[in-house]
């Protein structure tokens, strides 16, 4: 399939140049600005920090926030203690995802708190750099897929989800799994990151094209997902996401 930038819908909402420490490393793409409350973060939403430019992204949760004037974030012991404790007075990169807007915005550890456990208060920010995913958005992958129906009569076929939208995906196949038309059901699962929590997805599909067997000896499936519900939706999007993440040059 033929390479492209990664292409995000453009918005609204006023244009923004982000510094190159907080950049989301997509090609081409001009980041929106937001204000933090619009994202509608729930309580408990996990957030990434760091200090901007260098280190790890560490994960943790918030707490809530009081419009315009505080964030608060649950930390973890191991972010209070040994040469990279954080610090007040300093300088936190935050990154996180609300379902459609991959997000980031730099600000400043305010007060630290040890009781009841460790959290801290940072500074709200005035804006936050976003980016919407494209409705339909679609990435290169490597999932394992289990197929029934179409050409499974009685027992599932095995295949791979080669690329992947919220919409649809691009199975391959040694052997044809259906006609156009067909409708099929699909079990597969992955990832999301950071937190390694594991989503198993079960999803109806209808065959939309079929080609092959190409050279490689693999037949090509393109599909459309049915009643496809919003929590579903979002994980999916935390897919590509990651993806670009990994490579910005994945989007077909």
Known sequence: MRRESANLRSMNSPSVTLPHDAAFGLSGV?????????LRLSVGHRLQIRRPGHGDLTTVRMIGYVRGETLIIKLATGQLT????????E?????GFSGQVAFTFVTTVEQI??????????RYPELV????????????????????GGSAAGDALSATIANISINGAMLTAPESLGDVGDELKLTFRFWVLPSEYEVNMRVD????????????GEFRHGVQFKHV?????????NLI????????EATV
């Open 205 to 216: 599909a209808v065959v939309q094209s079929v080609t092959g067997p190409e050279p490689d």
């Open 113 to 122: 708190r040890f009781s009841p456990y460790a959290y801290c208060h940072l």
């Open 229 to 237: 519900r919003s929590t579903e939706s979002i994980l999916l999007q």
């Open 30 to 38: 001009q980041p929106q600005a937001y204000m933090l409350h619009d």
């Open 82 to 89: 040994g040469s990279d404790a954080i610090g007040e007075g």
């Open 129 to 148: 750099h976003g980016l919407r995913l494209r409705h339909a958005e679609r990435v290169m992958v490597n999932l394992p897929v289990r197929v029934e």
């Open 91 to 95: 300088k936190l990169e935050v990154r």
């Open 241 to 248: 996401y990651q993806r670009l993440q990994e490579d910005p």
